[in-house]
């Protein structure tokens, strides 16, 4: 089983659409969670990290259910520019320093 | 301020040569990463300096793969006698510290191996 796993997607949307992503991790005790987007052929970039309290900046929500140990990404009001890979990561609990990546869902935002 | 920045850009090498990537972190950022990302993959941890300390070698897939990082600085992840499946993008990442940091990462490297 991998450590962070995600849907590839693609999910495809219209403009003004909501989408909601989920990314499941395995290990329990993992403490730090973010998402990042990467655009085709450029490199990752942090979105926003994910607290337990759950967080929001502008359209994008992000929430941790340790219980389930799951996190979301919810996009409000898509945009054409919003069309990118999102990566899960997770810092695990067996290292200080490592960061553990999804293979990323892909979002298609159409006109 | 500047970012992360890594040469070359892209790289074709026939198989059985030996291949050098260079990545020069942010200024005053301790901890550097190396990562491997093949199509349509995750990021595939490689490598992780940390100041002075000893790095972190265990995600290095064989020992034809070596990295160093001289001065706290600049790094070089060296490849050799290289594979087809070697065939990636390598992509170097600094951050100020470690774990629960933001890493910024560089463009990457396109290695192709023929």
């Known amino acids: 089983r991998k450590e962070v796993e995600q849907d590839p997607g693609p999910f495809n949307v219209p403009e003004g659409a909501t989408v909601a992503f989920n990314c499941t991790y395995s290990n329990s005790a993992s403490q730090s969670f973010f998402w990042y987007r990467q655009d085709c052929r450029k490199e990752p970039k942090l979105l926003m990290s994910?607290?337990?309290s759950g967080n929001e900046d502008g359209r994008f929500t992000a929430q941790l259910n340790r219980a389930s140990q799951y996190i979301s990404l919810l996009i409000r009001d898509s945009k054409l520019s919003d069309s990118a890979t999102y990566l899960c990561?997770?810092?695990?609990?067996?290292?200080?320093?490592?960061?553990?990546f999804g293979s990323g869902t892909r979002l298609l935002v159409r006109p | 301020g500047a970012g992360v920045s890594q040469s070359p850009s892209n790289k074709v090498t026939e198989k059985g040569k030996d291949v050098e990537l260079r990545c020069d972190p942010i200024s005053g950022h301790t901890a550097l990463y190396w990562y491997r990302q093949s199509l349509g993959q995750g990021l595939e941890f490689l490598i992780y300096?940390?100041?002075?300390?000893?790095?972190?070698k265990s995600g290095l897939p064989s020992d034809r793969f070596s990295a160093e990082r001289t001065g706290g600085s600049v790094s070089t992840l060296t490849i050799q006698r290289t594979q087809q499946e070697d065939s990636a993008v390598y992509l170097c990442?600094?951050?100020?510290?470690?774990?629960?940091?933001?890493?910024?990462f560089g463009p990457g490297t396109r290695l192709t191996v023929t």
């Open positions: 300096f940390q100041g002075n300390s000893a790095p972190d």
């Open positions: 994910v607290y337990s």
């Open positions: 990561v997770v810092n695990p609990a067996y290292s200080s320093y490592k960061l553990i």
């Open positions: 990442a600094s951050s100020l510290g470690s774990g629960s940091y933001e890493q910024y």
